[in-house]
């Protein structure tokens, strides 16, 4: 099994448009969108008790899914400490749309994440670039999403970016929507459709390219990263 929390900002979805699109919130619809046997999913939100991630959470946490979006400052700089040591010892990081700007992205990535936008409810066309990529397993080479809010380049990430998936925006912008890195041990992916209101979450590609994302970054292995005094593999004796 593996242990899937999605960690959701919350606050959009207790007011109009996007109540009436999630009633029960993002992170339930896509824990709806993804459930399946060999995954168990936990959903957690901001207002949650300390910040929807205890100890006991995190430290039980094989994947982390990540949406926010308005409240990106209030989340503590310890909480977010936390969650980068987890994510370099092996914990899977998946973030989502406007968690680009997100305190736990930038800090685990070290670049601004910065990118151009535009919430005008323009087409978006995603397009695979590595279709032997697992997280591109069962996903049409391209599809379209009616509505979407439009990220454009440049995008400001680090330079190892591993693209899956790019982006065509009506209004002519690309995008290079669907990334991995490799930090420590911890596998990240990062997807940028999913603004909150419009259906997005609901779409059949969207929850396979999240389920698929999800056993991609299932840790291999959790060992915390820190320097080791050590002793020699072979003896040898000490030139004098
Ligand atoms: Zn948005």
Redesign the pocket.
């Known amino acids: 099994m593996i242990r899937v929390t999605i960690w959701n900002e919350f606050r959009h979805e207790k007011t109009e448009p996007v109540k009436s699109v999630y009633p029960e919130g993002m992170h339930r619809a896509i824990a709806a969108g993804i459930s399946a046997d060999d995954l168990d999913i936990t959903c957690v939100a901001l207002d949650d008790p300390e910040q929807g991630l205890p100890e006991e959470i995190l430290e039980n946490t094989d994947v982390l899914l990540w949406w926010g979006?308005w409240a990106h400052r209030e989340l503590s700089d310890e909480l977010v400490n936390r969650i980068r040591q987890r994510v370099l010892a092996g914990m899977g990081l998946i973030v989502l749309?406007?968690g680009h700007d997100s305190k736990v992205f930038k800090s685990v990535l070290g670049t601004s994440c910065s990118l151009r936008?535009r919430?005008v409810g323009e087409k978006e066309r995603l397009w695979v670039t590595a279709p032997a990529h697992p997280i591109a397993r069962n996903v049409p080479r391209t599809f379209a999403l009616p509505h979407e809010?439009m990220y454009g380049e440049p995008f400001d990430i680090p330079d190892d970016a591993k693209i899956i998936f790019m982006s065509w925006f009506q209004g002519g912008d690309v995008f290079r929507s669907g990334v991995t890195f490799q930090r420590g041990n911890g596998k990240i992916f990062y997807f940028a459709p999913?603004?909150?209101t419009f259906p997005t979450y609901y779409d059949k590609n969207i929850l396979t390219v999240i389920g698929n994302a999800v056993r991609w970054a299932a840790p291999v292995m959790i060992e915390p990263k820190q320097c080791i005094q050590c002793q020699p593999a072979e003896n040898f004796t000490k030139e004098p």
């Open positions: 979006h749309h406007s936008w919430q809010e999913g603004h909150e």
